[in-house]
Nanobody, 117 residues
Framework: QVQLVESGGGLVQPGGSLRLSCVASEIIVGLHRMGWYRQAPGKQRERVASITNDGVIIYADDVKGRFTISSHAANNTVILQMNSLKPEDTAVYLC???????????WGQGTQVTVSS
């Protein structure tokens, strides 16, 4: 499986911003989709945002207008710009890379985002 390395998490006050980056260890030929997910304590993992290789973007309803996902296909990098952060955004954020066939469904180790005053 491809290794994904995330960076950019941390502690921020409500209303602040963070920028998460995820870089794949190798170029994934035929990559279909990269995305960001999050998991808060006691809650299920949920998709935050994803972007396909042809530019289709999906956001979770509660981050629309605040988060922006972008990708750089040449180096298999995906960025999540998070603005107007709220305490309920606190979670471990994980990067995912997916290819349908041959199947790749790789996850990063996660980066902690904490929004607190």
């Amino acid at each position: 499986q491809v290794q994904l390395v995330e960076s950019g998490g941390g502690l921020v006050q409500p209303g602040g911003s963070l920028r998460l980056s995820c870089v794949a260890s190798e170029i994934i030929v035929g990559l279909h989709r990269m995305g960001w997910y999050r998991q808060a304590p006691g809650k299920q993992r949920e998709r935050v945002a994803s972007i396909t290789n042809d530019g289709v973007i999906i956001y979770a309803d509660d981050v629309k207008g605040r988060f922006t996902i972008s990708s750089h296909a040449a180096n298999n990098t995906v960025i999540l710009q998070m603005n107007s952060l709220k305490p309920e955004d606190t979670a471990v954020y994980l990067c995912n890379a997916f290819r349908a066939w041959p199947t790749i469904d790789s996850w990063g180790q996660g980066t902690q985002v904490t929004v607190s005053s």
